[in-house]
């Protein structure tokens, strides 16, 4: 079997972590991996299949020699640095909002639009966490009813905030069970400890937030369909790994809750968890280090009385199908499509 030479940039970060993990644990075909980040990390090592490597300084010729790069370093980083190792030849996978709604590039999710990966695309964008588990379970649910509207309202783990998302949940809960005082918010515009913030990234156009904006055009161009019509409200929770998400969609044709079951039950990469005699739905904690996208609580919507109302609950961890996962299974579909 081919194998491949890939550069994980960003690789000491929250996602980067995840990337080099499902590199592992999925055996992608690797023949030699290097670890890039920023100056900070210069004389850190990681490991890669039980074997130690350094973290080197990502510099504009790090692509020369590399097949796929996995990007995790920001929007700004992938926009100064992506260009010149695609110039040099090396696919690169974006984690960030850098190219995301550039026509140009592909935006994709694997189960949803595979065959907007092409071989004289270099640069190919991971969408948004919310946006990659909403679409996965929208897109059968869309083959089969053609989804017009959808209502969604997301329910965000810390660590979507990055490392320091992460350790701030942990240093406030520390300090609540210690009886000390609350340390200040940082990462997050409040105390996210015992609370939920309906803010996430700045405030944008018509009072929105970037990230809610980010599910209205995003999922438009990954689902090949600008006449769906998307309204996101995004919520911080203090929840350390999974995003859970709360979703309305009405459709052309009518949709019952048992149509949709069987759909998202043969869907790839979904499991349906919906028995309620029994308790049983998807949760964050069950979601996490799952390579999978959790669909639930499927009923009717009881207001609308033209049975083309549907509403449910997905989970999935968002550092894996909704960043490290995704990019790892776009690398496997250039290999698959033999675009690399
Ligand atoms: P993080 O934990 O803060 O990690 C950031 C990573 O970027 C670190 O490896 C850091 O290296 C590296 N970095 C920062 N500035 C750099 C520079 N100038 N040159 C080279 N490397 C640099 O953040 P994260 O949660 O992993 O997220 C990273 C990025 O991934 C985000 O900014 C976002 O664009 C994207 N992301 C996407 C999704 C999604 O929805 N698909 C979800 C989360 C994040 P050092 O350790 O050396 O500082
Ligand atoms: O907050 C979350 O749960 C997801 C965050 C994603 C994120 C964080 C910082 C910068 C992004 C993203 O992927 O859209 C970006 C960005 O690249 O703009």
Redesign the pocket.
């Known amino acids: 079997m081919k194998q491949f030479k890939v550069a994980v940039v960003g690789a000491t970060g929250a996602v980067g972590r995840e990337m080099i993990k499902m590199l592992e644990s999925r055996k992608f075909p690797v023949e030699s991996i290097k670890f890039l980040a920023s100056e900070r990390s210069a004389g850190k090592t990681l490991t890669f299949n039980g074997k130690e490597y350094p973290v080197d300084v990502l510099t504009k010729d790090g692509g020369k020699g590399v097949d796929i790069a996995l990007y995790s370093a ?2 700004s980083v ?1 926009k100064e640095f992506a260009p010149y190792f695609a110039a040099d030849g090396c696919f690169v996978i974006d ?4 190219w ?1 709604m550039d026509k140009e590039i592909p935006l994709v999710v694997p189960e949803v639009n595979p065959d907007d990966l092409k071989k004289d695309k270099k640069l190919i964008a ?5 946006t990659i588990q909403m679409v996965a379970a929208l897109k059968p649910l869309h083959n089969y009813a053609k989804i017009e509207r959808v209502i969604v309202s ?1 329910y ?7 490392q320091k ?1 992460i350790s701030e949940l942990e240093e406030q809960s520390k300090a609540w069970a210690e009886g000390k005082n609350m340390p200040a918010a940082s990462k997050f515009q409040y105390q996210i400890a015992f609370n939920l913030i309906p803010q ?2 700045v405030f944008a156009d018509d009072d929105y937030t ?2 809610e904006l ?1 599910m209205t055009n995003e999922t438009k161009k990954i689902m090949g369909d600008d006449s769906i019509l998307v309204s996101a409200t ?1 919520v ?1 929770v203090p929840v350390f790994r999974s ?1 859970s998400e709360s979703v309305w969609i009405e459709t052309q044709k009518e949709l019952t809750p048992q149509k949709a079951k069987e759909l998202l039950s043969k869907a790839e990469g979904i499991e349906v968890i919906d028995d309620i005699a029994n308790k049983k739905y998807p949760m964050p904690l069950c979601a996490q280090d799952k390579q999978i996208t959790f669909v639930g609580r499927i009923r009717k919507d009881i207001s609308n009385p033209t049975g083309k109302g549907l509403t449910f609950w997905v989970v999935s961890d ?1 550092l894996l199908k ?2 490290a996962l995704n990019a790892v299974q776009i690398a496997e579909k250039l290999v698959e499509l033999q675009i690399v």
Request: charged residues 20%; contains cysteine.
């Open positions: 920001g929007a992938s984690n960030s909002s850098a995301r991971n969408p948004n966490c919310s997301t965000q783990a810390v660590s979507g905030a990055g998302g996430i990234d970037k990230e980010k995004c911080r995003h968002n909704g960043a």
